[in-house]
């Protein structure tokens, strides 16, 4: 089972960097093998092991926005880059939907370092939503 935390890091760097991964399950595996990125949850840290069917939605969801456009909003939410959105990155973001929307987003302002910030963060996912979808 991933940790939240290797799902966000997992969404995180496709997002960021646009790093192809050829399937979500590939990249868990990838973390998990990997003992530089992967960040087991320990009673020290706070972290919660997330259920499986969680792990497994934001991965199809980060399938779905796609490496084209993963950093591209990412860019424009997390950065704070007013950057322009192709129409068909926002077509992608239409039909990933809201949920997944939301879901990516709360997932990477839950790690520490986004979670000072998280209204601000908050407010651009809401406001790049809202210009997709006029």
Avoid at 25 to 49: F, H, K, M, V, Y
Avoid at 77 to 84: A, C, D, H, P
Avoid at 118 to 131: G, H, L, P, Q, S
Wanted: overall charge negative; charged content about 20%.
């Amino acid at each position: 089972m991933a940790s939240f935390c290797k799902v966000t890091i997992i969404a995180f760097f496709v997002l960021a960097s646009g790093v192809f991964l050829s399937s979500p399950t590939q990249a868990i595996r990838t973390n998990e093998q990997d003992s530089g990125l992967a960040l087991e949850p320990s009673p020290d840290n706070g972290e919660d092991i997330i259920p499986k069917e969680l792990s497994h939605y934001l991965g199809e969801c980060v399938k779905k926005i796609g490496e084209e456009c993963g950093p591209i909003f990412f860019t424009r939410i997390f950065i704070g880059k007013n950057n322009v959105i192709p129409a068909s990155c926002c077509k992608k973001l239409l039909d990933m939907g809201e949920e997944c929307h939301d879901t990516i987003t709360e997932s990477i302002i839950s790690r520490p370092e986004f979670r000072a910030n998280a209204t601000i963060y908050e407010t651009r996912a809401v406001d790049a939503w809202n210009m997709c979808s006029q």
